[in-house]
């Protein structure tokens, strides 16, 4: 009693001008057909407001100045028996009111304009969409109260143990070893089927290069370098073997060079001259 005199009224639609028609008793299952009624001399002309309390909608029949209610149709549920369309029109419906002492009849009402009706249907329309969703949430919750709950907390005295520096790979084993190349360095495994690339050999440090010994040079002997000499010579070899004085005039040395050359013409050697 108290939630529903805590409920409010909101207002889904409003719709300045409606007709209202008196309609014949409908005599077969066929149902309700516009072209029946008196379509030009409505029975009442007012204005339209649609509203909700809980989960009822409301058509309130009302006059266009004061505000005075006509007629009001209690809707719960939609589409029902309460609202029902016409077999001939869209813009017309026939509605089931109800006065205070719960009495009921049945009338027909009409839009001028078609988006008025589109409007109108709209609005019950999404209204009885939030019921069913309500419906289905309270249920669901009610269900959900109803089952065990379920306990994750721990006991008394209930510890838990991790061991994070043993971790594992993905496929239960243990966590590969990391290949050392030279010079510290840490490097990854090889990938299946593939070649292990050699590190690069680091550059000697300056301690080894000042600890490097150069061995002196080996020297060729005199002799050696005396044969190579003769052997690069084209003079005849009795010439070569010619004891040379101490006393020879070093300028003779030339001309008796010039002169034993066969094929070459004799010269005037200026040298001797002076």
């Not at 009111?97 to 988006?115: H, K, L, M, N, P």
């Not at 061991?163 to 190349?181: D, F, L, Q, Y």
């Not at 050696?224 to 004891?243: F, G, M, T």
Request: glycine content about 8%; aromatic content about 8%; charged content about 20%.
């Amino acid at each position: 009693m108290a939630a529903a005199e805590l409920e409010y009224e909101s207002v889904l639609c409003v719709k300045p001008d409606v007709n209202v028609y008196r309609i014949p008793p409908r005599t077969s299952n066929r149902g309700y057909r516009a072209s029946d009624w008196k379509l030009d001399h409505p029975d009442w002309t007012g204005r339209l407001r649609v509203t909700s309390k809980g989960k009822t909608a409301y058509i309130k029949l009302e006059d266009k100045v004061s505000g005075e209610l006509f007629a009001q149709a209690p809707i719960d549920q939609y589409p029902g028996i309460a609202v029902e369309t016409v077999a001939d029109s869209s813009r017309y419906f026939v509605i089931r009111i109800q006065d205070g002492t719960g009495r009921s009849a049945f009338i027909g009402i009409g839009f001028t304009d078609r988006g008025d009706a589109f409007d109108f249907n709209v609005s019950l329309q999404d209204h009885f969409k939030w019921v069913k969703q309500e419906t289905e949430i309270s249920k669901e919750s009610q269900e959900a109260d109803t089952r065990p709950k379920l306990d994750l907390g721990f006991k008394e005295g209930q510890t838990i143990k991790l061991n994070i520096g043993n971790m594992t790979s993905k496929k239960g084993g243990a966590a590969k070893p990391r290949v050392s190349g030279s010079g510290g360095l840490s490097l990854l495994p090889p990938p299946p089927g593939g070649k292990t690339a050699v590190p690069p050999i680091p550059p000697p440090s300056s301690t080894a290069i000042a600890n490097h010994v150069t061995p002196p040079p080996v020297q060729k002997s005199s002799n050696a370098s005396n044969a190579d000499i003769l052997l690069d010579l084209d003079a005849p070899a009795a010439a070569s073997k010619a004891p040379v004085s101490a006393t020879t005039d070093l300028w003779g040395d030339f001309s008796t060079a010039s002169s034993a050359v066969p094929n070459q013409a004799p010269q005037q050697s200026n040298w001797v001259q002076f």
